[in-house]
Every structure is written in C-alpha cells, then in structure tokens.
C-alpha cells in the first residue's frame, strides 16, 4: 500500500523490472494515526483526510506469478469488489480518467465525495 504517484518515480522504476498490477481502491482510505499520536481536536477535519491517495502495488516477481496473483484476486473476489484491478500504467490512467468522469457526477455542493475507507496505522 503506497501513494498512487511512487510508481512514476525514477526510483521505482528502476527496482520494478517486471511490472506490478495494482488495486485502486473504489473509495479513499483515511488513516488514522495511533490513539497516542496526536492529540484530540475539535475539529472533524482529520477524520476525513489521509496524508495522500493510495493503492495497493501487487508484484510477484515474474510474469507468470503476477497473473496468478491477479487470476486469486478475481476469483477471491467474485462480484464483490472493493477495488478496482489495473494491470498497467495505461490501465491505472484509464481508471482515473474514469474516475473524474464519474466524480463529476457523485460530489456534493463543495466538491467532496463523502465515501472514504478506514485503515487503522499501527
């Protein structure tokens, strides 16, 4: 699980040989930091932002472990899918693209969406 924008970086590029597919999560995760971290705010604020966008990078180091993985996924999943599959970069802008169509439609008044998935960082 790592920003959406690491795997335009020179860095990960050179480290990834054989590509990763990824699963874009159909709502943004929100993180929310240990009880001890940060101290409470009366704000709302930080219950509904995360630092960054993220999506789970699938790599399995060859080809043929990689389709197997996406293959588990699909079939793990059935028609209950909380993420959406991209087995490319080009896959990956198709989905945005999409996604901003589709954003259009779904935001409030302020531009917000208010779905959101919670991931807890311990």
Request: net charge positive; with cysteine.
């Amino acid at each position: 699980l790592m920003p959406t924008w690491v795997h335009k970086k020179d860095y990960y590029k050179e480290l990834v040989k054989v590509p990763a597919f990824f699963l874009v999560p159909k709502k943004r995760y929100v993180y929310l930091p240990p009880k001890e971290f940060r101290n409470k705010k009366a704000s709302d604020v930080h219950k509904k932002s995360s630092p960054f966008v993220s999506m789970w990078y699938i790599w399995g180091g060859t080809e043929q472990q990689i389709s197997n993985l996406m293959d588990c996924y699909l079939r793990a999943t059935g028609n209950e899918k909380h993420c959406d599959l991209a087995r490319s970069k080009s896959a990956l802008r198709d989905l945005r693209r999409k996604g901003q169509n589709t954003k259009k439609n779904h935001m409030g008044s302020k531009g917000q969406s208010d779905g959101v998935n919670s991931t807890q960082i311990t």
